[in-house]
């Protein structure tokens, strides 16, 4: 059965918000992409997207730089080692998550309904 | 959410964006008529001309990508696998080339090993998509055909080219057209001042 005091299992708030996750896990598997791609591949708006930067740069977890490429500003982020490792301990322990919801059986509550077609083999 | 999904974006964005294989296409093409020394390609000027044209295109394909999609650094990993694929792809042309020139197949070596190359290099890094299945299966039943016997080295070789060409800029048109399904239209995002105040 899942211990809630499994502190292993305890999920990062800040990287969980599924806008952040998103973010994260899209520089996982690069150096670094831009303001423009991030947009394009998270799906978030403008203004999203740039508050939630601006909370995982100051979590440290992303390096922000700006600069100019021809004339037009150009924002590049990547993952710091920090942000990089904690994106990768995240999706792990989701698995895990995921791999022990399928194991645990959760207990009968005897007000609920009894399923059709029987009993319902487990444990509690 | 996705977890695979969001970490072949990058990937799937490189090799998404078709518009860079039209001029690529169209150099084959025209290396092939140009071996061939069909009409105004006979010069051999106009080919280089054509190289020059087809170098401005892309750099401008390649703004316009920048400017609406973004850009993208790959990981040290993923650009020291781009050079060995790009080495092996040559290599495996190279033989389908050579093949060509010095065995007498009834077959045209240079279009199967670019239909082999070309669906190796979708399917290993982003998968195969309908339409790379379509076109590249079509350049290897043409390559494939029992006609290419009697034609000669230098006729099947570029007009192996030709297939070539013809192949790497249907892909490529497909492949833009994935791209827009995956990541939106030009026009759905206003790129502007990307900073957007972080």
């Known amino acids: 059965m899942l211990e809630s005091s499994d502190e292993d299992l305890v999920l990062d708030r800040l990287i969980h918000e599924p806008g952040r996750l998103a973010i994260m896990t899209v520089l996982s598997s690069v150096a670094a992409a831009d303001f423009v791609f991030l947009q394009r591949a998270t799906r978030l708006t403008k203004g999203n997207l740039s508050s939630h930067l601006a909370k995982l ?10 600069k100019f490429v021809g004339k037009r500003p150009n924002t590049n982020v990547g993952l710091t080692p920090a942000g990089r490792e904690r994106v990768a301990r995240h999706w792990d322990q989701l698995e895990r998550l995921r791999a022990l919801s399928r194991t645990v059986v959760l207990p009968q509550d005897p ?14 | 959410m996705e977890r695979a999904h969001l970490e072949s974006a990058a990937a799937t ?18 290396a092939g008529l140009s071996n061939l020394e069909w009409g105004p390609l006979r010069q051999v000027w106009v080919f280089g001309a054509a190289v020059l044209a087809a170098g401005v295109a892309y750099l401008l394909i390649t703004r316009y990508y920048t400017h609406h999609y973004g850009r993208v650094t790959p990981s040290t990993r993923a ?94 048109i497909f492949d833009h057209g994935a791209l827009k399904r995956t990541f939106g239209a030009p026009k759905d995002l206003n790129p502007g001042n990307s900073n957007a105040g972080i």
């Open chain 2, 79 to 172: 650009q020291v696998k781009a050079v060995i694929a790009t080495i092996v792809c040559a290599l495996v042309v190279t033989g389908g080339l050579q093949a060509d020139w010095s065995l007498d197949l009834p077959v045209n070596g240079t279009a199967i090993a670019f239909a082999l190359v070309m669906a190796a290099n979708y399917a290993i890094p982003v998968g195969l998509r309908a339409h790379h299945m379509v076109i590249c299966g079509a350049l290897l039943v043409a390559g494939l055909l029992p006609l290419w016997g009697d034609v000669g080295p230098d006729y099947k070789i570029n007009v192996g080219l030709m297939l070539m060409g013809v192949a790497t800029i249907a892909a490529g």
């Open chain 2, 13 to 30: 964005y490189s090799y998404l964006r078709g518009l860079l294989s039209i001029p690529v296409g169209v150099l084959f093409i025209l």
């Open chain 1, 111 to 124: 007000a609920s309904p009894r399923p059709l077609g029987g009993e319902v083999s487990g444990t509690a």
């Open chain 1, 57 to 66: 740069e100051e979590a440290g977890l992303v390096e922000i730089e700006k």
